[in-house]
T-cell receptor, first 116, second 113 residues
């Protein structure tokens, strides 16, 4: 069965600094998608970034980038120039691209605090 | 932008009551999902639907049922609410596509007393 593990329940970062959230996953398949979602306190869950397993290049969205290590089954999220608004719960998720699979497998989340 | 709305942000119900949680999406998405979110347990899938009147059980369907009579609307039903169903309920939708990424509603915090 596919699993997603986020080994850091809580992290903190100083404003303007860089932080990396880790995520590892376990699958025997080769075709899948990986996602990072952000859930600010009392606000809606939103997609931060996605990565297709077949793409070698790491995805980037403004200050958010990933380090995708397919062989190591690692998918970490780097947040550069951290801002107070980055404080949130971050979830890593994966989806096997097989058949009509629509389900995401979720990690338990990492709570990120940003200190001024 | 995709908009997913949920009927209530906060809801308080009594044990044994029948509870309806409504979710509406405005982007013609085929797939809709209901999750519950509890501290330390992440997101757990209750049910999902891939078409009108079609549904599939998720990981924790016991005590819940769903209804999808129209494409844009997906309802979660607690037939007889119990205190262990006190939780945050999140609705999400996704479209047929390559990545199937999900778009979420704001959540309903349900308290059963």
């Amino acid at each position: 069965a596919q699993t997603v593990t986020q080994s850091q329940p809580e992290m903190s970062v100083q404003e303007a600094e860089t932080v990396t959230l880790s995520c590892t996953y376990d699958t025997s398949e080769s075709d899948y998608y990986l996602f990072w979602y952000k859930q600010p306190p009392s606000r809606q869950m939103i997609l931060v970034i996605r990565q297709e397993a077949y793409k070698q290049q790491n995805a980037t969205e403004n200050r958010f980038s990933v380090n995708f290590q397919k062989a190591a089954k690692s998918f970490s999220l780097k947040i550069s120039d951290s801002q107070l608004g980055d404080a949130a719960m971050y979830f890593c998720a994966s989806r096997l691209n097989a058949g009509n699979n629509r389900k995401l497998i979720w990690g338990l989340g990492t709570s990120l605090a940003v200190n001024p | 932008d995709v908009k997913v709305t949920q009927s209530s942000r906060y809801l308080v119900k009594r044990t044994g009551e029948k509870v309806f949680l409504e979710c509406v999406q405005d982007m013609d998405h085929e797939n809709m999902f209901w999750y519950r979110q509890d501290p330390g347990l992440g997101l757990r899938l209750i049910y999902f639907s891939y078409d009108v009147k079609m549904k599939e059980k998720g990981d924790i369907p016991e005590g819940y049922s769903v209804s999808r009579e129209k494409k844009e609307r997906f309802s979660l039903i607690l037939e007889s609410a119990s205190t262990n169903q006190t939780s945050m309920y999140l609705c999400a939708s996704s479209f047929w596509g390559v990545s199937y990424e999900q778009y979420f509603g704001p959540g309903t915090r349900l308290t059963v007393t």
